[in-house]
């Protein structure tokens, strides 16, 4: 990978320092997420980080063990061109996430029907409110199924856990979508379709 070495040699404890100081810029004040949508700074190489598709996060292959640091990082996750980085004023670094890198752990529900608002709360305890500008969208899973996943931000999305997917498909419904039926969700105002209504139908 490229320049690997120049961005390892500062490693862990180096980016924790430049994401601590990176946390600490909020245009707006208060506790709102640092402005990475903003910068811009060079490519410094990719760092050997995964995010793995369970939502672990690893360095050089062991998982990190404190949640206050996957945290931390998460507030300066960023993705470009299908690449994701971790990005302060000064430096960009590449890592590699397998699948998406959040994960929906929670789901409370405000209101029925046509007045519901779900909302979820992530991995890294940041809560989305699902509606038309956080969409759910559902991919063909590896098993024949649906993978539901959330926007949570900018490019970056959370798998939806397999427990909420079942407790969204309880509550899903029919509707006309472009003049075809389709079955989904509900939330914020807007309707997230996950499959034709009839084929949802006769895989009950």
């Not at 939502?55 to 994701?84: C, N, Q």
């Not at 397998?98 to 405000?110: G, I, S, Y």
């Not at 063909?140 to 798998?159: I, Q, S």
Request: one cysteine or more; glycine letters at 12%; proline letters at 6%.
């Amino acid at each position: 990978m490229a320049n690997e070495g120049q961005t390892s040699r500062q490693g862990l404890e180096g980016l924790t320092a430049a994401a601590t100081n990176a946390a600490k810029i909020n245009p707006a004040g208060g506790k709102g997420l640092p402005p990475v949508h903003l910068w811009n700074p060079p490519f410094c190489g990719d760092l050997d980080i995964r995010i793995g598709s369970d939502g672990t996060w690893y360095y050089m292959g062991t998982p990190i063990g404190r949640p206050a640091l996957v945290r931390l990082f998460s507030t300066i996750l960023k993705r470009e061109d299908g690449k994701h980085f971790l990005v302060t004023p000064v430096e960009k670094v590449g890592i590699r996430v397998d699948d998406a890198p959040f994960l929906a752990v929670e789901m409370q529900k405000d209101g029925d029907g046509r007045g519901r608002l779900l909302r979820f709360r992530t991995n890294v305890d940041d809560w989305v409110d699902c509606d038309a500008a956080h969409a759910l969208r559902f991919e063909p899973g590896n098993d024949g199924g649906l993978t539901p996943y959330l926007h949570v931000r900018a490019d970056l999305w959370a798998k939806v856990t397999r427990p909420l997917y079942y407790d969204l498909v309880d509550m899903g419904e029919e509707r006309m979508v472009d003049g075809r039926p389709m079955f989904g969700i509900e939330s914020g105002g807007a309707f997230f379709a996950m499959a034709d209504a009839k084929e949802v139908r006769d895989a009950l």
